[in-house]
């Protein structure tokens, strides 16, 4: 029961999962390892004979690849996020004006990178959308778009806030959950997407092939409701919860209801 189990999880995790792997050691479980990265490149990393036990990604598409090829089981959904941005606070940004503001060719848009970190895919998606809203624009914001972070050539050890502070960048696409983190700075805002632009995002977990007794109950833990408390205590939604909206306290609240 004491074995270690080895974790590579998506970066976006960093403040929950180790919380998450505490609590389950409190309550009996293994101890726990955690490796952090872009979700596609340690699936890569996988693929290539990288040692785990279990994965967490911020799609279900990298775990499911695993499945597929023999290498995880029982890929599951265990968590939700969404799209937000965080922007120079004299951008004057709302919810409301996330495409007129886009729109300008002066506002410089950073993103993840997409294929090796599913936050660049994401916000791929909402060009996407956007596209569909406003034929033409999308597709110039992809582009437009500079991927600075989250790729297998990005430079280590930026941020969202730090590229906006340095004057790279105005605006950055981030899940809402790292987000929130910057609600409280009054040289950013952070911005909730309109509904018909955000795309859905579901974390998934697996477990690998022929793992020990611990990473199955590891992956049991993290469907739990103490560990779903954890996950939307950091900003991320439960399994099946309603999208949340970012308040002015940094937290995260329920939409009204009509």
Known sequence: ?????????AGSLRHALPEIAAAFEKAGGAAVSISLGPAGLLRERIEAGEPFDLFASANMAHPQRLVSIGLAKDALCFARNSLAIIARA???LTTENVADVLSNPSIRIGTSTPGDDPSGDYAFEMFDRLEADRPGLGNALKSRALQLVGGRNSQPGLSASGLIADGVVDLFLSYASNA?????????TVVQLPARLS????????????AGQSATLLKDF????????ILVANGFLPESGDPLAIG?????????RS
């Open 1 to 9: 029961m004491r074995d270690r189990v080895r974790v590579l999880a």
């Open 90 to 92: 004299d951008l004057g």
């Open 180 to 188: 929130r983190l910057h609600a409280k700075d009054p040289a950013l």
């Open 199 to 210: 795309p859905s995002i579901s974390y998934g977990v697996a477990v690998r092939t022929a």
């Open 222 to 229: 993290l469907l739990t409701e103490r560990a779903a408390s």
């Open 248 to 256: 002015n306290d940094g937290a995260h609240h329920q939409p009204m």
